[in-house]
């Protein structure tokens, strides 16, 4: 195992750098990332950061070296905040895309790699990334962890430091001190107090409506019945058939997979309130599902496979099957993923993802700010066009989150 850093900034914090989230205990970790204002994201957990790197799937040897920033004060060494960050030796695996940037730096004789990414590994998702203990004085920390990662970056002598799928004020914050601005879009469900699944379908055109009532139809007509399990209920056997689905998808995706099997009984052991299998079995066997996670508020949707073709399957289990649950347990919204315009016909919005970049190199950090510029008005101006082609009534505002 890599030597940890220990470093200090102009301040009275101590920070240092670990390389495995085996020094320090969940306890600590989670006291920052939990709290009454954040609520329980199960993404920034002790446990599932932990199941990724101790099943091998997020370590040096995959190119995710940890070297997550811990702040604690300078007299009693009491915890004051953490910030994931991952040493990298590729781009793979974090959805927002800067191969380009890569391949340019490289071109004009320069090293992107290695890098800083502050992500959660393999999953798009908003999170907070700057955990500051609830005792602590917030906004004076978080500062803090974004000085300590910039200093790690020019510590560890790296091209660039990544910050993805930023909460909006932090990513803000991080403007303020000197990072660029990046904005891209997911889509994702809101819940306006719905009380069953067909008070959302009111709410849509009645084209829409009528079209998502027939793609349930016809999703489970051959006599396919679905199944939700939590983690409690989820066992070993139904793990091993998930991830024969989860494999046919990755493997036809990304041309491998970026998790094991391991990985998925440590997910199901160490957070069991947080986890949701949604399964569909035919003929007795198992035959397609979908993973999903909980945070307080909101259901996220993570990987589908099947190892049967069913014309909408992929479309009730991972988007309807979604938001009913949501409805039913009082959850605000459903983030179903990266990418995909044809969420938007079933009720998903486009909304802003964020992240913060730091580079190096003086000329290239120009390159890249001016282009974020115009990509940012893109963006924008994208989803504007796609908020006109809503499903919603035109008499109905759209849902915000």
Wanted: charged share 25%; aromatic share 12%; proline share 3%.
């Amino acid at each position: 195992m890599a030597r940890s850093l220990k470093f200090y900034l102009m301040t009275d914090y101590h920070i240092s750098l670990i390389t495995s989230l085996d020094e320090i205990s969940a306890e600590e970790w989670d006291s920052c990332c939990f709290t009454q204002e954040t609520g329980h994201n199960p993404f920034i957990s002790h446990a599932f950061m932990f199941a990724l790197e101790d099943s091998g799937c997020a370590v040096a040897d995959t190119g995710w070296q940890a070297q997550h920033i811990i702040a604690r004060t300078g007299d009693k060494g009491n915890i004051v905040g953490v910030m994931p960050l991952y040493l990298k030796s590729h781009s793979y695996g974090e959805y927002v895309f800067d191969h380009a940037w890569a391949n340019a730096f490289q071109s004009a004789g320069g090293h992107y790699y290695p890098k800083l990414q502050t992500a959660v590994p393999f999953s798009p998702v908003t999170t907070p990334k700057l955990l500051v203990h609830p005792t602590a004085l917030k906004a004076e920390v978080q500062t803090i962890l974004i000085q300590a990662a910039e200093a790690a970056a020019r510590k560890l002598s790296v091209s660039s430091l990544h910050v993805t799928f930023a909460e909006r004020h932090e990513w803000d914050l991080m403007a303020e001190q000197g990072f660029l601005k990046r904005q891209d879009q997911q889509f994702h469900w809101l819940n306006e107090c719905y009380g069953e699944f067909e008070d959302f379908l009111q709410k849509l055109s009645s084209r829409k409506r009528k079209n998502i009532r027939k793609e349930r139809r016809l999703a489970v007509q051959n006599d396919i019945e679905i199944e939700l399990l939590n983690g409690h209920q989820i066992t070993e056997d139904h793990w091993d058939d998930y991830f024969s689905f989860y494999l046919d998808t990755a493997n036809r995706k990304w041309g491998q997979p970026y998790l094991n099997r391991r990985f998925f009984s440590l997910l199901g052991k160490g957070l069991p309130n947080r986890t949701l299998l949604v399964m569909c079995k035919r003929g007795g066997r198992y035959i397609a599902g979908a993973l999903n996670l909980l945070s307080d508020d909101t259901l996220y949707g993570r990987y589908w496979g099947a190892i049967e073709d069913h014309r909408y399957l992929h479309f009730e289990v991972c988007y309807y099957q979604a938001i009913e649950y949501a409805i039913a347990h009082g959850l605000k919204k459903v983030e179903a993923g990266a990418q995909g315009e044809h969420k938007l016909s079933r009720g998903y919005l486009p909304t802003s993802t964020y992240s913060a970049h730091w580079i190096r190199d003086p000329g290239f950090r120009q390159a890249v700010e001016n282009y974020l510029v115009q990509e940012r008005q893109a963006v924008l101006h994208e989803q504007e066009i796609l908020r006109d082609f809503a499903p919603f009534k035109k008499t109905s505002p759209l849902p915000k989150s």
